[in-house]
């Protein structure tokens, strides 16, 4: 370390390691002067702006959410009423399909009583719109008076078609009422069956004299078709509607020697007593 002393002002000078104080404040203020350079760059370049010398379009940044593709729900399968494998017998040959059949909303009966007292019934239903759904139900015994009180009124064999076309339900016999789907939407449908239960046995009378309860079997579908129910055979006697006003009780109109007719009457009140001898075995 040099000290000088002069006349005068007095100065005074400090030299550390080969440098002046001067030149430390120099230095001190250099890197002062770059700290503040660098903040500012730093403060400049911000999200949508170029950083100095940068060259092309200004970076952006979205602002917006991603979008994710719309998830639809899981859409699980229908669940199909589970049905029986068809054992469906041949149909009863011994009603021939009737030509008469329904061109109108309403419900036709075709009946032939068997030696064993059964029915063949063919039952043509053309509904007022079409559908997929039947419900059947077999007569009630109350409705045939006390006389038939003991009946059992069954459909057995049962087969549904639509205009030639067989349509698979799944059962052959109706004991009870019963909501039968079908597998398409028709317009009219033919049930061919096999009536057991719905014969009694006069007694005290004639030999092979009887009684049975007929009824459309697919009443509880629409009540209000005009139903028509046709008795077929030689040995039919007569024709009763127990549930119609007692003027119109005796409701049969013969056609011919073979048949007995109830024409037009509301299916709710189609409920037809018939008189008639057990056909013999060979008929």
Sequence with gaps: MIFGSGRGRGTCMAVVGGRTAA??????????GSAAIAVAAVVYYEPGSQPPGATGPPATQSTQATSRPTQQPTRQPTRQPTRRPSTQPPLPSSVPTVPG????????????PRPDGTFDVIETVVFRQPQ????????????????????????????????????????????????VPLPETVAQVELRYRLTGATVRSTPSADRRALALLAP???????TL???VVVRGATVLNLTCPLLPTAQQLCASPTGPQAG????????????????????ASS
Excluded: K
Excluded at 217 to 223: F, H, K, Q, R
């Design 23 to 32: 030149d430390r404040v120099l230095i001190l203020l250099g890197i002062l």
């Design 101 to 112: 059949a329904p061109a109108r909303p309403a419900i036709r009966l075709d009946t032939r």
């Design 132 to 179: 997929n759904w039947l419900v059947l139900v077999p007569a009630l015994p109350r409705t045939g008076g006390d006389a038939l009180e003991a009946a059992r009124p069954r459909a057995e064999q049962l087969r549904v078609t639509s205009e030639g076309r067989p349509l698979d339900v799944g059962i052959a016999e109706i004991d009870r009422e019963l909501d």
């Design 217 to 223: 079997l697919s009443v509880a579908t629409d009540e």
């Design 226 to 228: 005009r139903t028509t």
């Design 261 to 280: 007719v109830v024409s037009d009457v509301p299916a709710a009140d189609a409920v037809v007593v018939a008189q008639f001898n057990l056909p013999p």
